[in-house]
Antibody
Framework: EVQLLESGGGLVQPGGSLRLSCAAS????????MNWVRQAPGKGLEWVSA????????YYADSVKGRFTVSRDNSKNTLYLQMNSLRDEDTAVYYC?????????????????WGQGTTVTVSS | QSALTQPASVSGSPGQSITISCTGT?????????VSWYQQHPGKAPKLMIY???NRPSGVSNRFSGSKSGNTASLTISGLQAEDEADYYC??????????FGGGTRLTVL
């Protein structure tokens, strides 16, 4: 069974840092692009970042570029999101989501498996 | 990158069909066949319902279908059932190599 389990969320002060992790199982992790998507309380989904299977290319939303860094350790089947200079508006549930494969090609733009999310609260 | 535009809410009676629209620009929906649709029940993670405009993942009911015309994508749900009541989000790949979501549509089954 394909599973994604996020961890690392919590309460942090504005300007602080936090690192999220996502442990993957049930699939060949190193082949798949992975994403972080967040959802502020009572709001819609917002794509945050993506990374290809090799880790060689990364992509970010303008709202987090320069503050967040996505990475992965394929030997540990784990995805990370390092979040620095956190702001109140970063408060959200953060989901880890697996990219799809179509006709043998791996894409990050569409996510077919999602974790249950980890909550990040930025507040003084 | 601005969010894609979806109606805030739609409703329908059991057995009816409804359509949710998702409007973008030539830099996202209009430029690529990389539109996806997700269903989210309260307190749950999103679930992929449609990918590449009109393809259904394995296990998704054929009551769900997708289409696109120009800069607007649509999700149609036929034979509405009570369990279809949820929030629905569209998303698209963009020319900036990012992904953009719609604001979400709350579906109420009357």
């Amino acid at each position: 069974e394909v599973q994604l389990l996020e961890s690392g969320g919590g309460l942090v002060q504005p300007g602080g840092s936090l690192r999220l992790s996502c442990a993957a199982s049930g699939f060949t992790f190193s082949s798949y692009a992975m994403n972080w998507v967040r959802q502020a309380p009572g709001k819609g989904l917002e794509w945050v970042s993506a990374i290809v299977g090799s880790g060689g290319s990364t992509y970010y939303a303008d709202s987090v570029k320069g503050r967040f860094t996505v990475s992965r350790d394929n030997s540990k089947n784990t995805l990370y999101l390092q979040m620095n200079s956190l702001r109140d508006e970063d408060t959200a549930v953060y989901y880890c989501a697996k990219g799809i494969v179509v006709a043998g090609r791996y894409y990050y733009y569409c996510m077919d498996v999602w974790g249950q999310g980890t909550t990040v609260t930025v507040s003084s | 990158q601005s969010a894609l535009t979806q109606p805030a809410s739609v409703s329908g009676s059991p057995g009816q069909s409804i359509t949710i629209s998702c409007t973008g620009t030539s830099s996202d929906i209009g430029g690529y066949n990389y539109v996806s649709w997700y269903q989210q029940h309260p307190g749950k993670a999103p679930k992929l319902m449609i990918y590449e405009v009109s393809n259904r993942p394995s296990g998704v009911s054929n009551r769900f279908s997708g289409s696109k015309s120009g800069n607007t994508a649509s999700l149609t749900i036929s034979g509405l059932q009570a369990e279809d009541e949820a929030d629905y989000y569209c998303s698209s790949y963009t020319s900036s190599t990012t992904v953009v979501f719609g604001g979400g549509t709350r579906l109420t089954v009357l």
